[in-house]
């Protein structure tokens, strides 16, 4: 084999030697300039963002343990477009609180590796790459949650999320393992033509289903997610909330729609009762949260709630609409992080009240919180409504009107808790509102950021149309 | 191939231990001993794969292979745990799971 | 740029420019310049539509198309007929009315004018748009900016209201798009391509089953914001506590989307459905027409009273619209104006009363008539034309709905016709009792020196809204007929 | 023969009402007076102009008198149902516009003095125009829909009157009451219309009215659809009616006349005495064949009934009132009986017809001498500032004018020769007693009480002992004065015009005889009446009183109008405001508000029970967790299949 064919894994590989670097790094930079470090490492990010964008062909590679196609391709791009916001989120964050305990590069070093475990999950080939990448994914993220060290919560929160990923973790694997008992083969294209409707063949995709569930934390599987977000600190829990939700869910479709096509049968009415369950007990526990990473987490639950609307249609037309709502949601969600990452970076307030009369101090704030929430409620001419509207559309392609409509019940309820933070931030004047104050440079990027993809991916309907065309590949 | 031994009674076994690691899950108090019935519950699907493999696909070692890989990650999982745990050992000298309940509703 | 989506462009920019200003002074200036230049472009429209009629007798005139999703077949497409002529006439009139009235908005101003013209945005931009999904995307563009102006400006309950409000048309507006969807999806019966296009739409017929299931649901998500019993509980407290201006636009135009939406879209595109539901529906909105007059009768809060005088009269609007028949819709279109008119100009006018007495309970008010002369002559005419006076837009409305309504060949329609006409008499009670209350009689208001008399940016703002109804009563020949062949190809699909 | 300039005649009046009404604050009130009047006036001069051409001059083709129709669309319904604004010009028609304009423009001139130094002169001047217009219109209408738009107006603009002392509670409880009585009496006349719409397809009184010579019968086809046994076109007239018999104060819906006497009094003499409360007699005569022809005049008979026991209801109650002015609306209301009795027991060939020949002609001499005795109480009011008969007495040697004038009148009404009202109520009386004795016995009765009430009041206030008054009382000016001396000698002569050769219900017009026995009755029993007012309140003694006991019960009710008013305040307070209006207002907050409410409560509820779920234990976590793979292996693997 030529090493050439070396190339389709540039992500991994330039992530990998970003990861060497900074380790080198590390140990080169005195210890009075590591705040360097930071700048350095979203320097090196910024350009594999970039790089990443060059085209690539598909193909494959270790006889079929990995593979790339365009769509893949794509999705480690958005992927990469969600980590980056995100280190500019939380470039301050880490200057000031976590580089003064000399634990910055370590930060990167974890996240980076995360992420390279998602790219693997996400283009592997094969159950066994697809497990190595769930597990290099999950556990870094346990010991960014558990970053804190000083904080009581940040630990526990590392102990749930590292105790309960591996139950999940070891559920699915049974259910790998009685896959691979009935069709023979732990490679995806031979699974999909061996697998047969056999009630071990359910028993093994419910039990798989379960760890991926786990990570995109749908109705009964999502427990950790609230008391994790609540416990990590921020820039961690919107990383869970986007990068990971966004990677699991879409190698979750890819496995569905190839491998387990056969069941769809069966896979369809799962989707439909744990949608229907995730967006209620998503909303109706969101209705109620003071904090607002708690509230956030349970809104992430609820949005993916939706999500599985798009992915019961089962075929190209829900995977490309997916795609796009999960697009759109991480800059949705990571704008109205952001702005919670911000606001508790300054003062520490992380509840709803605590934010209001918030328009009177800040205004430029609470707009983008106001874009993000209407983005996340689904209100146009936001790109939340199409992202939405589109799931709706695949949903209801298939002739679910019933479940379409019990969305539209849900969006009206989360409505009401969007607007209650809304609420807070317009129409309350507060005793003693958040004063005034400017965030760093990296901040406002990355809040930039995030409010030009909410306002534009919506109007900009070209890009539907190209994530369309990618997903043919997949099909 | 265990002479006089069915992958039955070898998939059974694995299944018990497999639900015996759940229920050590849920019931012990022990944070350690949660993440032992952990491992329980991984090595279940590790004999799972390697039975498999040699019971009904003797040709080709990838549950074999597959074995090897989760017992290597359990224990950097395992690794990771105990260095949570001990974290949180550390500010409140305790490994109660009950002590894990500050944040909750 | 097409001279329609200016009507979209042209508020965007107004806003974009207000984001610029600095203080009342500016900001309000800015808004009625933007304003006065919509009305403008809406007068040069009624004419420009007369001729571009003569020569042209499509459905729909001035109509562009761009193509926006392409894969789910969704374009911008936007066109006129005499009704949305009309319809945009009324909105600009009353947004430029709206600006003058909350000429002296303190707090926030510049956030009040922007949220109010995105509104307007909103609004222009449902009566251009034929494509389902444009249309729906106005409407919610329409009604979100109602939580903000009301919950900052409002007064009383205002939070409460204003959530009420938003979640029951938001709920609405949800069912809504489940029967776009409907319709989307059966949109190719006749095996051609999915569409989101009205006109497309029309010329396939959706199969009955599809009808059936999916016309309550477009009907009811329009309907509700056009007041239907009984999901009309969020007009009331929405209007008391929404500010002047607010409540003017929110039941002058807003509400009015209900109706166009029933019509444009349930009665249009589902017709069997229409004529399956028709008995049920018109009950409801027989209901709500009685139901509302009498339920105003005992209100003391002028606002309430309003909000229940509306559920009638668009209660009645939606009632016509189920008679199925010309002269009836003609009379519903009519009654959408008029009552848009002068349901304005009372909001406008309460506001200038409670801006001068502090208070909306018609037992503290007396005799303001002495005190405040053109405020009270103009109240008087406004209730009169209210009432169905003829000389005013509202005789001829509710005439061609009675009319309209008992044209019906169904003996149970016509009996329904006779009892929505009892509303009238209602109407005059309360009517009157508000004006000998507050108007006549003795005064009762405390400081009554130093009310100062009405400004002239009040004046203006109130005499925009006078002028049409005056014309629409005098000389309803044009009006009517011009809606009256634009809604021709509409009823085609009913009557067959 | 060319009627475009009558269109000036109504159009006059509405140009002042603009020009008025626009900048009642700018003109002076001296100037807003003369406006006024010069309009009146013009419009005045025009139709007699008119009146004259039509009668004698063009109107009369081959021994008929034409119909002269001009009219424009003014708004369409459907290809076939429009309203068409115009004018119809026929004798009925012009007879309405004399009298219209010449009482107005006789209110005019009297108001310019009455009226002097209030603050809303000009006001009452533009309303007084604006009504004018509207009467004329309606007096024109060539269909249904106009003379209903036009009635509309009319209704209002009283409202505007009455309550024109808007400071009074009085008069503007007075006000709303007479809009909301009418206002439901013109339901009745909408659906009315729009059963004749439905069922004949046109509003045009031409086509409605259009007799088929030949065969004398209507050519419409009246028999087509029936409801409740009755031709639904009789049911249409029946409710057409009701509207009139709101406008023209007929039992039930009366009740707002009196009332309306709050307004000044110009105005009572204006709309309330001679012309907007003829307009239901109007309504009926325009569409009088229709009346006569569908079922036999099965409308018809209701029509004389309703007008004969008004007449004699109100008769009664006029007696026993002792506020002047009250006293003139129910005589009004009386006569009004009367001119619906007459058109009811009408036919209509030739002099069958006398009875639509009388009630007209009852209307126009009606109209002159009840305007007289409205403008002549309203000129003791002006004097002695107050409307009862207590506070007046011995007032003939301080106002002579007012007392000659105001005898002629009561002597008119009286139906004394050679005094108008006698010719015009000796014809009804023929009409009746040739068509239904028992009306005519009521009628004639009726006109005994009206000589006695009248000449009560009459004696009343010109003999009997004089009050001490604050300041002497004193003749009016020569404005008010003047109109009394016009209408006063209108009320002697216009009894001699010949109207059976003018205005018929065929409009071939006939000759009509004096019923010289009939005659003779009527007079007699006028007489006695006046004489029994002469006994009882020439002087002041107690006779009244003990008479007014004997009658006990009667008397009492009577005195309080038969408890009409309340028994419509309990029917609108209590059942409409209370009963119905409340518990619906209750049942929206209660019943339909808190189900919305409720919705959003319970979903909050919901969300507050289960928090519980997320006890943050990790093992219920992976409780849950393992539950949720066993629920759906369970559903799937067995429950499934």
């Known amino acids: 084999m030529d090493f050439s064919s070396f190339l389709l894994m540039r992500h991994e590989l330039i992530l990998l ?50 593979r790339t196609t365009g769509m893949i391709h794509f999705f480690k791009n958005v992927l990469n477009v969600g980590v980056f916001i995100i280190l500019l989120q939380s470039a301050d964050w880490l200057q000031e609180k976590i580089v003064a305990q000399h634990k910055g590069t370590e930060f990167f070093v974890l996240m980076f590796s995360s992420l390279l475990g998602m790219y693997f999950m996400i283009s592997s080939g094969d159950f066994l790459m697809f497990y190595l990448g769930l597990e290099l994914s999950t556990l870094p993220v346990a010991a960014l949650a558990a970053y804190e060290t000083s904080k009581r919560i940040s630990s526990e929160a590392g102990v749930k999320l590292i105790l309960s990923a591996a139950l999940a973790s070891g559920v699915s694997l049974f259910g790998i393992s009685m896959l691979y008992a009935t069709s023979g083969s732990i490679y995806f294209s031979e699974m999909a033509e061996m697998i047969s409707v056999n009630n071990l063949t359910i028993l093994g995709l419910i039990l798989f289903f379960t760890g991926l569930a786990f990570k995109i934390s749908l109705v009964p599987f999502h427990f950790w997610t609230a008391d994790v977000y609540e416990g990590a600190p921020i820039s961690v829990a919107s990383y869970l909330s986007v990068i990971s939700k966004g990677a699991a869910v879409f190698i979750l479709m890819i496995l569905l729609f190839t491998v387990f096509k056969p069941l769809m049968g069966i896979w369809e009415n799962m989707i439909y009762i744990v949608a229907l369950a995730t967006m209620f007990i998503g909303n109706l526990f969101a209705l109620r949260q003071q904090n607002m990473k708690r509230f956030l987490a349970f809104s992430s639950v609820a949005q993916a709630g939706f999500i599985l609307l798009g992915i019961i249609n089962g075929e190209q037309l829900g995977f490309a609409t997916v795609i796009y709502f999960v697009l759109v949601y991480i ?20 509840n709803i009240n605590d934010y209001e009369g918030l328009y009177r101090t800040n205004p430029k704030l609470s707009l983008v919180m106001m874009l993000a929430l209407f983005s996340l409620a689904g209100i146009p001419p936001v790109a939340g409504f199409f992202g939405k509207f589109f799931l709706f559309t695949a949903a209801a392609s298939k002739g679910y009107y019933l479940l379409v409509f019990l969305a539209v019940v849900n969006v009206t309820i989360s409505l009401y808790y969007y607007l209650l933070v809304i609420r807070a931030m317009f129409l309350r004047k507060g005793e003693n509102p958040i004063a005034f104050f400017t965030s760093k440079l990296y901040m406002r990027l990355g809040l930039v950021l995030t409010v030009l993809g909410i306002i534009v991916l919506g109007v900009y309907s070209p890009l539907y149309d190209y994530i369309f065309e990618l997903s043919k590949g997949l099909m | 191939m265990i002479e006089g031994i069915s992958i039955y009674e070898i998939l059974t076994l694995t299944t018990i231990i497999f639900f015996i690691g759940v229920y050590g899950f849920i019931t012990r108090t022990n944070l350690i001993s949660i993440l032992i019935s ?24 990838q549950g074999v292979l597959f074995s090897l890989f989760i017992i290597a990650v359990a224990a950097a999982e395992t690794a990771l745990a105990v260095s949570i745990i001990i974290n949180l050992y550390r500010q409140i000298g305790s490994v109660e799971v009950k002590e894990t309940e500050m944040m909750k509703n | 740029m097409d001279i329609l989506t200016l009507f979209v462009v042209v508020p965007v920019i107004t806003v974009l420019a207000l984001v610029f200003t600095k203080d009342l002074k500016q900001a309000r200036t800015v808004a009625m310049l933007g304003s006065i230049v919509q009305l403008g472009m809406a007068i040069n429209l009624v004419f420009a539509y007369f001729k571009e009629k003569a020569v042209n007798d499509s459905i729909m005139v001035f109509t562009k198309d761009y193509v926006w999703f392409e894969h789910f077949n969704i374009h911008y497409i936007i066109g006129v007929d005499g009704i949305s002529v009309a319809m945009l006439l009324l909105t600009a009139i009353v947004v430029l009315a709206g600006v003058f009235i909350s000429w002296k908005t303190e707090d926030l101003p510049k956030e009040f004018f922007i949220s109010l013209l995105i509104l307007a945005t909103g609004v222009y931009g449902f009566f251009i748009s034929i494509d389902l999904f444009t249309m729906f995307i106005f409407f919610e563009i329409a009604v979100i900016p109602m939580y903000l102006l009301i919950g900052i400006w409002g007064s009383g309950p205002k939070e409460y209201s204003a959530m009420k409000l938003t979640l029951m048309l938001m709920g609405a507006s949800a069912v809504l798009l489940v029967g776009i969807l409907g319709i989307y999806f059966n949109s190719n019966a006749d095996g051609g391509a999915l569409t989101f296009n009205i006109l497309e739409i029309a010329k396939v017929n959706i199969p009955f089953e599809a009808q059936k299931l ?43 989307l209900g109706g166009y939406g029933v019509f444009r879209v349930a009665m249009f595109l589902l017709p069997e459905g229409a004529i399956h539901w028709n008995d049920f529906f018109l009950v409801l ?32 609007v939606l009632f016509a619209l189920l008679m199925l028949n010309k002269t009836a819709w003609n009379g519903a279109i009519i009654q959408s104006l008029s009552h848009g008119f002068l349901t304005a100009m009372f909001f406008a006018l309460i506001g200038m009363i409670y801006g001068r007495t502090h208070t909306r309970d018609i037992n503290k008010l007396g005799g303001l008539m002495k005190i405040l002369p053109f405020i009270g002559a103009i109240y008087v005419i406004t209730g009169m034309a209210y009432l169905g006076l003829p000389g005013f837009s509202g005789f001829i409305a509710e005439m061609n709905i009675f009319v309209g309504g008992f044209q019906h060949p169904d003996m149970f329609h016509r009996v329904l016709t006779v009892l929505a006409v009892s509303s009238i008499v209602v109407t005059a009670v309360y009517i009157l009792r508000l004006v000998g209350k507050i108007m006549m009689g003795p005064l009762e208001t405390n400081n009554v020196e130093n009310l100062p008399k009405a400004t002239w940016y009040e004046k203006t703002g109130i005499l925009l809204l006078l002028i049409p109804v005056i014309a629409i009563g005098v ?11 634009s809604i021709q190809p509409f009823i085609q699909g009913v009557i067959k | 023969m060319d009627i475009s300039y009558i269109y000036l005649i109504p159009i006059i009046p509405l140009a002042v009402f603009l020009l008025l009404g626009i900048n009642s604050k700018r003109i002076k009130p001296a100037i807003s007076g003369y406006i006024g009047v010069l309009g009146m006036l013009s419009s005045f001069l025009l139709s007699i102009y008119a009146a004259y051409q039509y009668f004698f001059v063009s109107g009369k083709v081959n021994g008929e008198y034409k119909q002269f129709i001009d009219k424009h669309v003014w708004m369409n319904f459907t290809d076939t149902l429009h309203i068409d604004m115009g004018i119809m010009v026929d004798s009925i028609s012009l007879m309405m516009l004399v009298v219209v304009t010449s009482i107005s423009l006789m209110v005019h001139i009297y108001s310019r003095g009455y009226m002097k130094g209030d603050d809303g002169y000009t006001r009452f001047f533009a309303y007084l125009s604006l009504f004018t217009f509207s009467m004329l219109g309606l007096v024109l209408a060539t269909n249904l829909f106009q003379i209903y738009i036009f009635w509309e107006l009319v209704g209002v603009s009283s409202y505007l009157l009455i309550g024109y002392y808007y400071t009074k509670p009085s008069a503007v409880s007075a006000a709303k009451k007479a809009f909301i009585v009418t206002r439901f009496a013109d339901l009745g006349f909408l659906i009315g219309i729009l059963i004749m719409g439905y069922y004949t397809g046109t509003f045009d009184f031409e086509t409605l009215n259009a007799v088929n010579p030949e065969t004398g019968t209507l050519v419409l086809n009246w028999a087509s659809a029936s409801f409740m046994g009755l031709s639904v076109i009789t049911w249409g007239l029946i409710l057409i009616f009701m509207g009139g018999a709101g406008k023209s104060a007929m039992m039930p819906f009366h009740i707002w006349l009196p009332d309306a006497m709050e307004g000044p009094t110009p105005v009572s003499a204006l709309i309330h005495a001679a012309t907007m409360v003829v307009a239901g007699v109007y309504l009926v005569a325009r569409l009088f064949p229709m009346f006569y022809f569908v079922e036999d005049g099965f409308a018809l008979n209701i029509v004389a009934w309703v007008g004969g026991i008004s007449s004699l209801f109100a008769a009664i109650i006029a007696i026993t009132q002792t506020d002047i002015k009250r006293v003139l609306a129910f005589s009004t209301m009386s006569q009004i009986g009367y001119m619906m009795m007459a058109l009811g027991v009408s036919g209509y060939e030739g002099h069958e017809g006398v009875g639509y020949m009388a009630s007209m002609f009852h209307l126009f001499t009606h109209a002159m001498f009840k305007a007289l005795l409205f403008l002549g109480a309203g000129s003791v009011i002006h004097a002695v500032h107050s409307n009862y008969l207590k506070d007046m007495g011995g007032l003939r040697k301080y106002m002579p004018i007012t007392n000659i004038t105001f005898l002629i009148a009561a002597l008119a009404i009286a139906g004394v020769p050679p005094f108008a009202g006698f010719w015009s109520k000796d014809e009804i009386l023929v009409a009746a007693f040739e068509n239904n004795q028992l009306l005519y016995y009521i009628g004639v009765f009726v006109a005994g009480l009206t000589a006695f009430y009248m000449f009560r009041i009459y004696f009343g206030i010109f003999w009997g002992k004089e009050k001490e008054y604050e300041h002497t009382p004193h003749e009016s000016p020569m404005s008010m004065a003047f109109p009394l001396l016009f209408l006063a000698g209108m009320s002697i002569v216009a009894g001699l015009i010949p109207f059976s050769e003018y205005v018929t219900a065929d409009n071939k017009g006939f000759e009509a005889h004096l019923n010289y026995p009939l005659a003779a009755i009527a007079t007699t029993v006028g007489i006695i009446g006046i004489a029994l007012a002469w006994v009882f309140y020439k002087k002041e003694n107690s006779l009244s009183d003990k008479y007014a006991k004997s009658f006990g019960v009667l008397y009492k009710w009577a005195y309080h109008k038969f408890y009409f008013d309340e028994l419509y305040l309990f029917v609108t307070k209590k059942i409409i405001f209370n009963r119905i209006s409340a518990p619906i207002a209750w049942f929206d907050k209660k019943v339909v508000d808190a189900t919305m409410e409720g919705i959003g409560n319970k979903t909050v509820l919901v969300s507050e029970k289960i928090k519980g779920i997320q006890s943050g234990k990790l093992q219920d976590y992976a409780f849950a967790f393992i539950a949720g793979v066993v629920v759906l292996a369970g559903v799937f693997i067995y429950l499934w299949k």
Do not use: C
């Not at chain 1, 490492?41 to 343990?65: N, P, Q, R």
């Not at chain 3, 056009?226 to 409540?247: K, Q």
């Not at chain 3, 000389?475 to 062949?485: F, K, N, Q, R, V």
């Open chain 1, 17 to 66: 030697v970003i990861i060497l670097l900074l380790i080198v790094a590390e140990i080169f930079i005195p210890q009075h300039k590591k705040g360097s470090i930071v700048h350095l490492a979203i320097f090196l990010f910024g350009i594999h963002t970039a790089v990443g964008f060059l085209g690539m062909g598909d193909g494959v590679l270790f006889g079929g343990m990995f």
């Open chain 1, 331 to 350: 800059f949705s969600n990571l704008a109205a992080f952001g702005v919670v990452q911000a606001i508790s970076l300054q003062t520490g307030k992380e």
């Open chain 2, 38 to 61: 952990v491992e329980l519950i991984m090595n279940a699907s590790v004999v799972n794969f390697v039975i498999i493999n040699k019971y009904l696909y003797p040709d080709m070692l």
């Open chain 3, 214 to 256: 999916f016309f309550p649901m477009v009907f009811v998500g329009f309907a509700v914001l056009g007041a239907l019993f009984p999901f009309h509980t969020w007009s009331p407290d929405g209007h008391a506590s929404a500010p002047t201006a607010v409540s003017m636009l929110h039941a002058g135009v807003l509400m009015k």
């Open chain 3, 285 to 316: 909105a027989a209901i709500g027409v009685v139901y509302g007059a009498f339920a105003a009768i005992r209100q003391t809060d002028l606002k309430y009273i309003n909000a229940y005088a509306s559920v009638s009269h668009l209660g009645l």
């Open chain 3, 475 to 485: 000389a309803p020949l044009w009006l009517s007929d011009m809606i009256m062949e």
